[in-house]
Structure formats: C-alpha cells, structure tokens
C-alpha cells in the first residue's frame, strides 16, 4: 500500500480503535477496509431502457447481464472478478442463497428461483473475465421508473444519505437530457460532496446509432449532439465527458458469432438494387423475398443483435473489406465508440482509482462520526483533512471539480490550461501538457518550463489572492508530476533556476 490508501489505512485504524465497543460501526469501518484493497467499483446508471446492460455487456464482451425485461433487470447486481464463475443472491431478510449458473445461446441466465425483485438486496456475480480484475462493474435498474421501489433502490445504492456512494464512479448513460438525469447526476455528485469533491461521471449518450433513425451517418450525428453537450451547461459541471456510444452494436460486435459473419457476407453480396431495397427499413428488412437466402427467423435475430443500423454497417463493413468475423467484428467495435468509453475508463478512473477508492472510504468514515459522534473523534476529524489536504491526487480531483462547477477568478484560457494540466482531459503526462503523443523531449521541457513559469507568476503576483494561489500551487505541483513522470529531468535545470531567484531575497 502506498500513498493515501496508506494514509487511510492509519485512519482506519484509529477509527476502529475508537469505534472498538460498536459492533456496527467495526463492521462498517472493516467494509471500508476491504474497499480500499478491492478494484475500482463502476456502476452504469441511467434512466429504463437507456442502454445500461447492453453497454456493461459490451464492456465484459460476453452476453451476461440481462437485457430482457425479467425480474433481473430490477435489482443491483455486481459483476466480479472469480476463477470460476458463482452467482449470489443477497436476500433483503440477509440470507444468501446460491443460484444456478446456466446459459442459453450463449447468453448467461439468471434465474431468481421464484422470488421476485423485491426479496432480493443485490446480486452478486463472480465471473471469469479478463476485463473484470482491474473494475467491478455494477448493474442498476433505471432511475425514473415506472416503478418508484425499483428507482429507489438505485437511488439508496448510488446516492444513500448517510454513507458514501457504493459506486467510486459511474457510466450514466441519457439519450437525451432529462431532467431526471440532471438531478440524478446532481445528487450524485452530492453524495461526494465534503472534504474532497470530485466530478467522478461520464455521461454516454447511449443508443447512439438510433439518433439519425439508423442511417448509415447516424454515428455522427451522435457526436455532434455529444459536443453539444459537453459543454452544456449543466452536464460539464456534473460530467467529465459525454461520449456517444452504440451500445448494442459493441455488444454484437464482440460476441460476434461466424454464422452472423456469414449472413452480413450474403446481404453484402447481394445485387445493389436488392440490398438497398431490403435495408430501407426494419419492416423491409423481415419482410418476405426471394432476394436473399437469410430466412425471415435469421433476419430477425440479425435485428435484435445488431439493430438496423448494425445490419447496413455489417453489410457495408464486409464490402469495404472485412474478410473474416474478427475484422468484422474489430471494425464494428472501432465504430461503436466503445473504445472510447474504454480509453476513458482507463485514463480518468482506472488511473486515479486509489484516489477515488480514498475519496469514498473517507467521506463514510466523516459520516460515521457525525452519526456517531465520540469524544477523542476529534483526532480522526483532523487526520481525514491532513490526508485529504496531503494528497495531491485528491487535491487534483477536488480542483477539476472546482474548476467545473464554479467560476475561478482565472482567465477562461487560464482556466482550461489549469483544468487540462490536473488531469481533465486524461491522466497522462502528454494529455495534461496538451502535447501529442509522438512530442519529443525537447518539446516536453519547452511545455514543462513555459507551465511552470507562467503558473509560478500567477500565483506569484500581488494581485492574485488567496484561492486563487492555492489553486496554482495545486496546478504547479502536478505540472512537477508530469516533468518527473517524462523524466525530463532538464526541467530543474532552467526551473530551478526559477525557484532560486523566486526564492532569494534579493
Ligand atoms: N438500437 C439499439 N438498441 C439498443 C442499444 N442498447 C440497448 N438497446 C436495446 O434497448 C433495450 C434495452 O436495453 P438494456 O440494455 O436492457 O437497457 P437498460 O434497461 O438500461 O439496462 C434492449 O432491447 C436492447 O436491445 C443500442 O445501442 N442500439
Ligand atoms: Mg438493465
């Protein structure tokens, strides 16, 4: 353990000292232990049928949540990393029952043995997938459901008033902007508030391949209106990104099967005339011909595994040269914008999860001593704002979310700088310095000094006040960061000099 989940765990132990003779709050503060040493916890939240179980498939690149409308779909279920796959069933009374791991065509089903979604707190399935070591991704039902129980259970789970969110971040996805989505988000960022806020959503304009009605440029369409919304108003302050993602496409494309490779290969070399006829609409599409062998049944399982969309793109995908189902499957995936949602996860979750993970374990050990107030918590009180005000990974994300939901007295180019070089636009160093990837050394010294000394003189003047100072101080030590992490060590050479003189009392 390094850094502040180090910190934290000092903490803990204090706490739990202090807590000794309470069997609830050691149980709690055990919990929060075990988070810190656990992966990132991501839930995907968002409104019914918004995509969610499509997207966490697409993610786990197996059919394994379900998407149908099943009692399934109504309970928080949790997908972890095992060596072999068992599922749990926590009931509300606390019991824990087993259940059956079966599939069907190759999709997993959970089979609640009779109970209905009201008997049961969360599900919990162990799963033999790469992608989850590094990430538990956690299922919700859709908030603003038809049904207020199941709304509130997601509500309980990722925005509780008491304890901190069970999720350390979320992928919400809105289709379009609601104002159940913005109240959610507000909520939810909330829930985080305290010593150490961060902004920890993205927002996935999900279903994106339904926005132009399938045309083959719907995709962009969707990223117009993701631009749109980045920089809406009341989704930059509550959302790190909007990215448009086509949920049921990657979720297609990386179960793809050789069979349906082998139908996007027939409709592709279909006469042109007869294609274009047969894809104009779904009706088209199922509708009896004598232009295609694809029997009605197979052209209907096409629709409900790729959508229309994913139908033409298939198609047209093979005839621009996808000669086999994985570079299909790799085109499709390229087009879906999953990977975009995959390299954000990476740079802005998985890369500062130690900080998120603390951010959460310290916001419930803060509300634990305000429900439970002690004499001697004073010592802890202190110890969550050493940690907290000592860890510049949790100043970063308290500064972007400063930086995002309010008005510094920076100037707007200012204030972009600062937001990128914390980490806002990814975590690495040449994102940070707003370089490409293939910058050279020389380049990276240049932007490393020009930053340093431009953020020294802000935070130097006399007219700079006091906010305002601190918050440079954050942004030069992360610049510091990136210099150390590119190993342009030459930066103190003309830096240091800088300090130096900064420094001296002549
Ligand atoms: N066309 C299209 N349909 C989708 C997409 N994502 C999900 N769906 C469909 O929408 C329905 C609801 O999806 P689901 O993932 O269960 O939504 P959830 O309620 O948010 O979990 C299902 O029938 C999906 O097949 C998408 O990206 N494109
Ligand atoms: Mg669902």
């Avoid at 399934?72 to 824990?96: F, K, M, Q, S």
């Avoid at 279903?207 to 969707?222: H, Q």
Wanted: charged content about 25%; hydrophobic content about 40%.
């Amino acid at each position: 353990m390094s850094g502040v989940t180090g910190d934290i765990g000092g903490l803990l132990d204090d706490a739990r000292d202090l807590y000794a003779d309470d069997a609830a709050a050691s149980e709690l503060l055990e919990r929060y232990d075990r988070r810190l040493r656990e992966p990132l916890r991501l839930a995907v939240a968002g409104m019914v049928k918004a995509g969610k179980s499509t997207v966490l498939n697409a993610l786990i690149g197996e059919k394994i949540a379900p998407t149908d409308a099943g009692e399934c779909t109504r309970t928080v279920t949790w997908y972890r990393y095992a060596r072999t796959a068992r599922i749990t069933a926590h009931l509300t009374g606390g019991a824990e029952v087993r259940l059956p791991v079966t599939r069907s065509e190759g999709s997993l089903v959970l089979d609640l043995g009779g109970r209905t979604a009201d008997d049961v707190a969360w599900i919990d399935v162990e799963w033999p997938s790469e992608s989850l070591r590094s990430t538990i991704l956690i299922d919700t039902p859709g908030i603003a459901s038809l049904s207020e129980e199941v709304s509130e259970r997601s509500l309980r789970f990722l925005t509780p008033t008491s304890s901190p969110s069970e999720a350390d971040a979320i992928l919400y996805l809105l289709r379009h902007i609601h104002g159940s989505d913005v109240r959610f988000l507000e909520a939810f960022r909330d829930t985080a508030a305290g010593v150490s806020q961060t902004v920890n959503a993205v927002a996935l304009l999900s279903r994106a391949d339904e926005i132009g009605s399938g045309r083959i440029d719907s995709l962009l369409s969707a990223a117009r209106i993701a631009e749109r919304y980045r920089h809406a108003g009341e989704l930059r302050a509550l959302a790190l990104e909007c990215i448009p993602v086509a949920g049921l496409l990657a979720e297609g494309a990386r179960t793809l099967r050789e069979s349906e490779y082998s139908a996007f290969a027939e409709l592709a070399s279909l006469d042109r005339v007869v294609r274009d006829r047969m894809l104009v609409s779904v009706d088209r599409f199922i509708r009896q011909t004598d232009g295609t062998t694809l029997s009605i049944p197979r052209r209907r399982e096409l629709l409900a595994r790729f959508g229309i969309f994913g139908v033409r793109l298939g198609a047209a995908l093979v005839r621009g040269g996808a000669r086999t189902s994985s570079e299909l499957s790799e085109r499709m995936i390229a087009q879906s914008g999953l990977v975009d949602v995959q390299q954000f996860v990476a740079d802005q979750f998985r890369s500062r999860g130690a900080a998120l993970k603390a951010r959460s374990v310290l916001r419930g050990i803060e509300l634990l001593l305000e429900d439970k107030p002690k004499p001697g918590a004073g010592r802890i009180t202190a110890g969550i704002e050493r940690v907290t005000s000592g860890s510049h990974d949790l100043r970063e994300l308290a500064l972007l979310s400063e930086l995002r939901s309010s008005e510094t007295a920076l100037t707007p180019a200012d204030a972009a700088s600062a937001e990128r070089l914390v980490g806002g636009s990814g975590t690495d160093g040449l994102a940070r310095l707003g370089l490409a990837d293939d910058a050279d050394l020389d380049q990276i010294r240049r932007r490393v000094d020009e930053m340093l000394v431009h953020w020294r003189g802000i935070s130097e003047s006399p007219l700079t006040d006091r906010p305002t100072a601190d918050l440079c101080r954050v942004v030069i030590r992360s610049v510091e960061g990136v210099a150390s992490e590119l190993a342009v060590g030459g930066w103190s050479d003309s830096a240091a000099a800088d300090v130096v003189a900064a420094g001296s009392p002549a």
